[in-house]
């Protein structure tokens, strides 16, 4: 029953946008390398992607529980959902951890790793890893991160490759409610054997960052996007969003 009304609520929550295979989902969003212990989120993720040939518009939404487990781990796991046209289905159970290996602001540059693992509804299509590099670093009022990820589906009839990825932010936190700057997502193909770059996926775009304090120990967290595409073969607008509550 339980598992039921989870779905319902990852349904409601891509409800509200307006209805083409994708490759990344359009609720992707940039991972930073720094864990808070003892820290509880319910964290909501959402993002709408315009139609691009004769596909359809895709939306996702992800709503998921995570905790600081000591002063290096943070660990979430959350579902996933996905609307295409008209249709809303439940689409995946995913597992993120992240290790921060360094000491936050001790070093000129913080930095972390990332692993997580995704199980699709579709069985076919077998696990999906993402893991790689975390960094961030600070100049005054300005923040900077650029992730280096790779990713490889296992146990899936489809050819195993390993593909190379990044995310790059950059904000000016101008005040805690209200913080401005802008976010890439870029995915390049094989590793170690790029595609061409017409061929890529790599969207980038402005960028709304804030938090709000509701009560001791309470936070409210949000991030937006509006990313454009850098190549005429993928959707051409993606818009995505992020809200944490943090206690």
């Known amino acids: 029953m339980k598992s039921a009304y989870f779905a319902a609520a990852l349904a409601a929550a891509t409800g509200f946008f307006t209805p083409f295979a994708h490759a990344r989902g359009p609720s992707d969003y940039v991972y930073t390398p720094i864990v808070e212990e003892g ?48 249709t809303t289905h439940f689409d995946a159970v995913e597992w993120e951890n992240k290790l921060q290996l360094t000491e936050t602001g001790r070093y000129p540059v913080d930095t972390g790793l990332l692993l997580e693992i995704e199980r699709p509804r579709e069985r076919i299509e077998g696990y999906e890893v993402r893991y790689g590099l975390l960094l961030q670093s600070e100049w005054q009022r300005l923040q900077g991160n650029l992730n280096l990820l790779l990713e490889r589906h296992y146990r899936t009839d489809a050819e195993q490759i390993t593909e190379g990825g990044y995310q790059m932010q950059i904000k000016y936190r101008y005040r805690p409610e209200f913080e401005f700057g802008a976010q890439a997502i870029g995915w390049v193909g094989k590793w170690n054997d790029w595609r061409p770059a017409n061929e890529q996926e790599q969207k980038f775009g402005p960028a709304i960052f804030g938090r709000f304090k509701v009560a001791a120990r309470q936070v409210i967290n949000y991030n937006a996007a509006w990313l454009v595409a850098t190549s005429s073969g993928r959707p051409r607008n993606t818009f995505r969003m992020q809200v944490e509550y943090e206690y």
Not at 57 to 73: E, K, Q, T
Not at 77 to 82: L, P, S, V
């Open 39 to 86: 820290e509880r989120e319910i964290d909501f993720k959402a993002g709408t992607q315009s139609p691009h040939g004769d596909n359809e518009r895709l939306s996702a939404g992800s709503l998921g529980f995570g905790a600081g487990v000591n002063s290096n781990w943070f660990t979430e796991i959350y579902g996933k959902a996905e609307r295409e046209g008209t």
